[in-house]
């Protein structure tokens, strides 16, 4: 079954993958591993998950404005996430985005979101399977 949800555009742009969907917000500084894309923040619910070009479905972002730094380095060393959807994307996370030239699309229900499931950004559309 395809579902489709409206949100907000952040970063214009496309993108397509695997979904990989974290119930808790994400710090990038310190929490995902920028040579390798991998998240190393302990206790985190994707701990030892690499994002990379995967599209990462989270509520918002935490932590260090150098987070937006760490975004932009994935994206340089090839590991970054093909796309982002967020339910509030805040100004770290968009900032990173921008600068790497990720999708990123807030305000969407993620509820309706699974890891695993097939996953295209277009726009302010995201749809799911």
Known sequence: MTVVLEGRIIK?????????????PIGFLG?????TGVVREKGHPLEGESVAGRVLVFPRGKGSTVGSYV????ARNGVAPAGM?????EPIVALG?????IAV???VDLSRIRSGDRVRLE???VTVG
Do not use: R, W
Not at 31 to 35: L, S
Not at 85 to 89: M, R, S
């Open 97 to 101: 985005a921008i600068m790497a030239g």
């Open 105 to 107: 699309v807030d305000q």
């Open 12 to 24: 214009e742009g496309t993108a397509e993958g695997t979904a990989l969907v974290s119930p808790e």
């Open 123 to 125: 726009g302010g559309t």
């Open 85 to 89: 959807v967020l339910a509030d994307c």
């Open 31 to 35: 929490g995902v591993d920028p040579a």
């Open 71 to 74: 975004i932009y380095a994935l």
